[in-house]
């Protein structure tokens, strides 16, 4: 197989395209030829020597995302078959032309989508279900803001939130980036470089919100939220460590959570996957909801498509394809 491989920690220019021996599955493992494969900020995280890969991952190949068509099965493997086409969420070794997953962190891909747009959606949806649904426990007609509202994890949650019923607000970085977040469905995006989220949204208040910034907005959020409301954190790029007035989390009930998905245990993410077939492949299968796939890179672009994903005009989600 090629992969794309980080010769050391830095920028886009540190990956080279090697060739790998071919992978083996064993137990319930499928072997994947990979079509596509997604772009994610964790990625860049691990590129750059801030988020390394669980210690039984190969360190030097990121990727937790990918599309394509089963190879190879494993002799306790059941759920799928060689020539099915599938999505599946990996812990990393996903920007190669193979990929070996168990089968319980798989997915079947909906006629509907394309390789590139299937390749845009396990990292996300399982995130936003996970984080939004099961941690942040969202209901119908509750109040949530997304942080982020064009990125992938953001536009992904925006449409999946709007379908289970919750009024959406979300933070965007430009005027055009707030037209794609109410294009999608979002009931309020609020341009945080023109205005303060604190003061359109306190008015309202907030039951849920879905944060990856942390710092000095943290303690926006306790204030924001009503009683019995949920934080949920799930990055912290402005840092990790903040200061809580305990005696304002007492009185309002609130609830601080958060959760990273790379490390968590196989059995969890095979429940995570069995929630989400039953709640969101149906949407997706009816284009309810559907991956904001903005740029396709050939993977031999693999450095391009990094320097575009830091890029500030970029949005939605970014995908390589494999059989460029």
Known sequence: MRAAVMTTFGGPEVFQIEEREDLT?????????????????????????????????????????????????????????????????????????????????????????????????????????????????????????????????????????????AIVYCTVGSEEKRKVALDLGADKAINYKTEDFVDVLKPEGLDVILDSIGGVYFNKHIALLHEDGRLVQINAMEGGKVELNLLKLMQKRITVTGSTLRGRYLSFKGELTKEIETNILPLLEKGEIRPLLTKIFPFEEVIEAHRYFESPEQYGKIVLRMDS
């Open 25 to 165: 599955p064993t137990g319930d493992e499928l072997v994947i030829e990979v079509k596509a494969a997604g772009i994610n900020r964790p990625d860049v995280f691990q590129r750059k020597g801030h988020y390394p890969a669980p210690a039984h991952v190969i360190q030097e190949i990121p990727g937790l995302e990918v599309s394509g068509i089963v190879s190879s099965i494993g002799p306790e493997a059941h759920r799928f078959k060689v020539g099915d086409e599938v999505m599946a969420l990996l812990p990393g070794v996903g920007y190669a032309t193979q990929a070996c997953v168990s089968e319980r962190a798989c997915l079947p891909k909906p006629k509907n989508l394309s390789f590139e747009e299937a390749a845009c959606i396990p990292e996300t949806v399982y995130t936003v279900w996970h984080n939004v649904f099961q941690r942040g426990r969202l209901k119908r007609g509750e109040r949530v803001l997304i942080h982020g509202g064009t990125g992938g994890i953001g536009t992904t949650a925006i449409q999946i939130c709007k379908q289970f019923g």
